[in-house]
């Protein structure tokens, strides 16, 4: 950490400083310029508060020299993980394919999805059972129900399964029925339950919410990692802007940075961020160009009326059809399908 | 609700949306301008969902005419609510204070400065037990420790409490020893909590999410309603912006906006918003002139031993200084403090 | 235009209104629901000012039907506008790739990188003679010296040229040595420039503000159409959020959507937008699969010696393998390299 | 300036960095810690290119110790600054009241409207004559006419007059009309035209950008104060976020923290920021209440019939209402109105 005194900074001020730092066990560092004073501080290995820092008199600014996050880091795990589920593995040189319905629905409306986007190509079968949805007036999902109908597709295609766990006494319930568990957007900050994910080591996907930075998505999943559970997969789903021609502002260039920055796998969400279906094939196409390692899409067998969400379902010919133009952008990035 | 067709929708389509409304129970209007077709919904009382509609082939856009909030909207209860606490009202005339540390961290430190505030003028104790934190590593809050510590300091000075409560499965805990539930800006979307603090029929502060917009606000607002729990109080808190001279923009004019389209009570928090304590004073008076229902802010007796966010905490006497220079603003917006 | 009045609109209201539409040559529609009074207005075919409707007593809202942009928009123009450029085509099949230094620094760095760049495939050669700088302090470009060498690399090249104009005086001096006239992002609502790049009847790549949204980007490129200058090329280039490790967010599903609002090509600036060298390829790619026109590339033979933005220049080296390896990803969405 | 280094950085890039910075006249001071090698640059007084640091091998961040801005900063210049406009001072203990309609419309509108506000108390008198407006289909100012109409309204009333300039050109005929000059938040960063306006030793009104940072702002300062024209007030009228029942979201907070940054007057405005007259009133008082020198509001005296913003301009009634009430909130500041 580099402390930036104010200018003027008296030298009480200063030697106030300099002894609290010694005090935490880490050495100071003066450093006496015309303008300003620095102070360097050479840590001891623990994470020094930049907060409680910059609160002293006479303190401009801290600056953390180390990035908070240090499970999630590349740094720290320098090989990419690769995140094994029942059979598919998310984050190897082989793209991994989520697919199904924003919300189940019924037996039927579960099983036709799965048998589609099966037979075009996805690994992995979606559906959400408790949904999340600003209005309490709007369809909450079908609950435990939805659940059931989820484990008899995965009992009928042999598709793991994900769907999202929206509180933390939920997860012991959702963790009997699912394969992965999503923590969506707007629950990337709701502790306890990371907390809860974590402890239950079962894979995780976690989505960066909508006012997220890319470093507060690595601390979410610092969180879950510093339960021991190493198998968290990142989702870029869109973040929040001023553009309203589409829902939100997909971050492609998340996908480069948080893979330099972090060794988890990727995997990017064409259809919440658009809102649009006609955007979701070219925006596919780019996060594998752009390096994802997987794509996370919704489909629909008849997205006109669809409970949740159909604005931006693919109908099953258009996702296979999809599923087949990605294939020569693998191969050009080095990836297969 | 106004549905815009496509430029070139054809007659089938437009049957078809008409024929799905009146299947709704609503009524259909058509009308046919030269470059496209309208079709307004006269409806039955109950909402429709926009999405649903925008999804059919043909439509190019759906546009609601009424506001998706019904229980929080000033159109529905034209009166301003006044939310009573054991003693203490907000949203009348007289201003509500609540101030605090950020945390609680012993219970000399927090008799110290529930005493302080109380002679200041502050009608409400605030103090964090259970502490939302972006880092794994950073202090967590003393937990059910720190709510023991909020109710002797409660029964000390006579004032009601606030905390925050983080998880559904800890709003019966809380509710124990807090007279306010206190649902974070993080959580704002927590809808398994905004269930949880609807149930326990206790008076609520709900923060604005950073990322919120005050539609989403009084949407999660009525989520707590819509159990019957009238006593719910919105806060401003900061919006996230580019800007980074000061931590989040505080949107006073949510402040205005809000009462005009609600009528639940709107307290400001200048603290957390800007994150510097010479920035809590201005910005406190602004508040009050921008016509706010009451204030929360963060008073720490030592605010360089602080364990969270002293950067933003004011010292006492600084506190007491500030309520003193809000009378007269009070006064001039007609209102007491 | 649709308008909707306010809850309690008087009949006296309503009849303003009404009267005030038909002033305009205009036909009222009225439909009274139960909640609210909605007028319809079917148009002459000029446009109307929605706020000035919206300043009107008991009204609440106008909602425009049609988009405010008409010769950039796709229905006016359904066929995809293809700019020629001495030689080179901009929105055919084949994707323009514009390649140069962020500055023209001399006339040796210039030539050297010319050569590099077209030996490696690019079409079109970049360079900045004027620089907007946000400190005045800052290097501010070579000026008309840096317009010179510039068309001393086209002669010697034959590729043509794109440079900065920055302010309309400038537009006959930049006219007589560039064949682009680039708008940079912080003047995309400079619209005393909008109009001189216009009247010059010069192609122009009008690069998106990073704060503007689709629409008003479209409508600064339908100032410049309305002069009769029909070779306008978007540019998009990132937005401003409040994510800090990039520089700036690429949108690129503003590629899709700008592509089925308007029948301008769109060109991706991947250097600018993210700041960082390494992005640059990943986004580059992105870019193409997601369906842009061309890309504009900072390339520099020396980047730790740049007087500009060096940091987002790819060497020489990186940038032909670039190429190459975007040919399979131009070649899966239909276009060439 | 401080430069952190990438972890494994090598010696030869260690060594690489420092010849640079010698290279410069700066010392470099080397602190090797167990993660990270931290190069501190003593500097000789002159600015340091933190991207040009930042691009060259083995380097991880750049941190500037000073503020990149000098003649705006309150270190420069502790004093305030009070801009004397004939006869009218800005940055004093008396606030300033600018008012007047959004466009000159005519003669009649005018002077009917200078008559009013300055009855009301107004100081200077505000009215558009170029208007930069996001449609070229939209009324764009009167033009020359629209000056000499101001000039005549200055000549009957004694009221200094404040109107935008929107182009260098530009700017030789609005200085003989108008006393001060404004520069809209679409040109804070015309570079052009921040040189133009510095030469012209007039007093500049300089409005944010929408998109623009303080740091930015007291950049394009800058740009004018280092031609040697001293006499720039800044502007707060509002930043985009993705809010939208509010035009844009006014930053109140930027008022405290630019007087904490810079010694220049800041001037707010809350019609823009807002859009709505409903808000102007409590953002007014808000603004004054958090430490504003001046106030620039519309007024019309006939917002129905208003050629442009007229949902935002206020009746002259309700001015000379608002003025009254602000008078105990300067008091409570310490200012006169």
Redesign the interface.
Known sequence: M?I?MR?GATTAQIANVTARIEQMGCQA?L?Q????T?I?V??N?R?I?R??I????GVERA?S??R?FKLASR?FHPMDTVVPINGVSVGGQKLAIMAGPCSVESHEQLMETAQVVQEAGAHILRGGAFK???????F?GLGEEGLRILAEARKATGMPVITEV?????VPLVTTYADILQVGA??M?????LHAVGESQRPVMLKR???A????LL??A??IL?HGNQRVMLCERG????????RN?????????LK??SHLPVIVDPSH??G?W??VE??A???????ADGLIIEVHPH??E??????Q?LKPARFAALLQ?LK??A???GRTL
Do not use: C, W
């Open positions: 580099i930036i200018h560092h450093s310029g015309e303008e300003r620095i360097g050479i840590g290995g994470p508060d907060e409680q910059e609160r002293m008199s600056v020299v180390l908070p740094e999340p949805r600003s209005s309490p007036y709007s909450q929206i509180a933390p006494e939920l707007r629950n900050q709701n502790f306890a339950l919410g909508m006012m930075t890319m470093e507060e601390m979410a610092e969180y510093s973040i929040r802007t001023f553009e309203n021609y589409t502002t997909l971050d492609l260039s998340a996908v480069p940075m330099q920055l961020s658009t649009k006609e955007l070219p925006m196409r780019a996060a594998v160009a752009a390096g997205p006109e669809a409970l949740s969400d159909g604005a379902s133009s020569p952008i191969e050009a990035v």
